[in-house]
């Protein structure tokens, strides 16, 4: 299995801060990536696909980027309602894997 | 509109078994590939099973042998049979949809509860 690992886990930052997650896969998966947006009690929402396809409706301050086995998603100035958890997941393989999260918090 | 309804979570003893549904409404299920993907409290992601648009299946290895996915076209609906449940199992289960192999997990359903415990 491929094997994503997010970093860092948790994320201490302020209203208008720029944020960037990282996303590392154990081998390639080329451009075969997605970032969703989960907030307690709330089922996952995708943001990002092919690494750096916004969503339809996803604002703009959201972006991905890399390829390969090193992914990143930055939020340009982060909003009140952007704190929440965001995982990774690559949909290279037949068995598709999702990163460990990371917790994007007020600062 | 796309949508999709969970259901048919509960409380659970070890050993026993349960059925969870996902209705679709606004597409027909045999056009996506359908997924249950779950969570445990207070953890991440994990993928269950998929059912492929021709009928195939696939498992994740931790419910391989205990869970069973499966569609009935007429009712536009997929299921969850699980069996042989674990305290390990505990978890929301939210039903999810592809439009290919190569795509993101794009609707999910709102979750339904699982918990196993004595």
């Known amino acids: 299995d491929i094997q994503m690992t997010q970093s860092p886990s948790t994320l201490s930052a302020s209203v208008g801060d720029r944020v960037t997650i990282t996303c590392r896969a154990s081998?390639?998966?080329?451009?075969?990536l997605a970032w969703y947006q989960q907030k307690p009690g709330k089922a996952p929402k995708l943001l990002i696909y092919k690494a750096s396809t916004l969503e339809t409706g996803v604002p703009s301050r959201f972006s991905g980027g890399g390829s390969g086995t090193e992914f990143t998603l930055t939020i340009s100035s982060l909003q009140p309602d952007d704190f929440a958890t965001y995982y990774c997941?690559?949909?290279?393989?037949?068995?598709?894997?999702f990163g460990q999260g990371t917790k994007v918090e007020i600062k | 509109e796309v949508q999709v309804v969970e259901s048919g979570g509960a409380f659970v003893q070890p050993g026993g078994s349960l059925r969870l549904s996902c209705a679709a409404s606004?597409?027909?299920?045999?056009?996506?590939?359908m997924n249950w993907v779950r969570q445990a409290p207070g953890k991440g992601l994990e993928w269950v099973s998929v059912i492929y648009t021709g009928g195939s299946t696939k498992y994740a290895d931790s419910v391989k042998g205990r869970f069973t996915i499966s569609r009935d076209n007429s009712k536009n609906t997929i299921y969850l049979q699980m069996n042989s449940l674990r305290t390990d199992d505990t978890a929301v289960y939210y039903c999810?949809?592809?439009?290919?192999?190569?795509?993101?997990?794009?609707?999910w359903g709102q979750g339904t509860q699982v918990t196993v415990s004595s």
């Open positions: 081998q390639s998966i080329v451009s075969w």
């Open positions: 606004g597409f027909t299920v045999s056009t996506k590939y």
């Open positions: 999810t949809t592809k439009d290919l192999l190569l795509a993101p997990f794009d609707n």
């Open positions: 997941q690559q949909y290279n393989s037949l068995l598709w894997t």
